[in-house]
Each structure stands twice: as structure tokens, then as C-alpha cells.
């Protein structure tokens, strides 16, 4: 399995970027997706989650800001980002695991290379 993201780019504060995560190779019905983001001297912080039932979980800091949703049949995550802060600028990874229900703290078998995502004030 092999993920490429792609939508990351620099944007001014309040604007908005998606990004997508397209997955290569296998998958399956049951599976758990999520977006994890790290900027420079921070720790990696779990940003959206969605299963395959369409149930999803939002970190704090993005709710009501950010959207994830999954094409199953493309096999594509999104992630909309709307009013987006400078808070919000990472590099932003998307990650993927053929077991459900790992939500933001799970061990995901796959990683993206990830995409940057800089927003200026």
C-alpha cells in the first residue's frame, strides 16, 4: 500500500486548501484513515479520522474548521480545510491501516510522505 498526497501550498489566513490522499494497492471495506500534521519542534498531532462507516473524529483545534471525507471507490481522503490560522501550518501526512476503529491514536501501518500547508497572517 502506498499513499501520495497532494493540495498542500501556502495560503493567507482565513483561506482555504484540500488536500487528498490518493491510495495505492490494496484495500479494504473495513479500514480506518486519518490526517496527522507536524510542524518544526512539535510533536505529531492527530488531525481527522474517518472509518469506513462514515464516523469520523476531530481534533479540538480543527472542529468546525476542517472537513475529512473518503471516496471508497477512488480510494482517495480528502481533508478540507476552511478558515484556515497560521496555527495551522504543518506538513500534513495522511495515514492509513486496514484495521478499523484506530481513530487519532492508533499505529498506522501507512504514512504519506506528507505535503506542506503554510498559512500566512
Known amino acids: 500500500v502506498q499513499l501520495v498526497e497532494s493540495g498542500g501550498g501556502s495560503v493567507q489566513a482565513g483561506g482555504s486548501l484540500r488536500l487528498s490522499c490518493t491510495i495505492f494497492?490494496?484495500?479494504?471495506?473495513?479500514?480506518?484513515g486519518a490526517w496527522f500534521r507536524q510542524s518544526p519542534g512539535k510533536e505529531r498531532e492527530g488531525v481527522a479520522y474517518?472509518?469506513?462507516?462514515?464516523?469520523?473524529v476531530y481534533a479540538d483545534s480543527v472542529k468546525g474548521r476542517f472537513t475529512i471525507s473518503a471516496d471508497n471507490y477512488k480510494k482517495i481522503l480528502y481533508l478540507q480545510m476552511n478558515s484556515l490560522k497560521p496555527e495551522d501550518t504543518a506538513r500534513y501526512y495522511c495515514?492509513?491501516?486496514?484495521?478499523?476503529?484506530?481513530?487519532?491514536?492508533?499505529?498506522?501501518?501507512?504514512w504519506g510522505q506528507g505535503t506542506q500547508v503554510t498559512v500566512s497572517s
Open positions: 495515514a492509513y491501516d486496514l484495521r478499523g476503529g484506530l481513530q487519532l491514536g492508533g499505529d498506522y501501518s501507512y
Open positions: 494497492g490494496y484495500a479494504r471495506i473495513t479500514f480506518s
Open positions: 474517518i472509518d469506513n462507516y462514515g464516523g469520523s
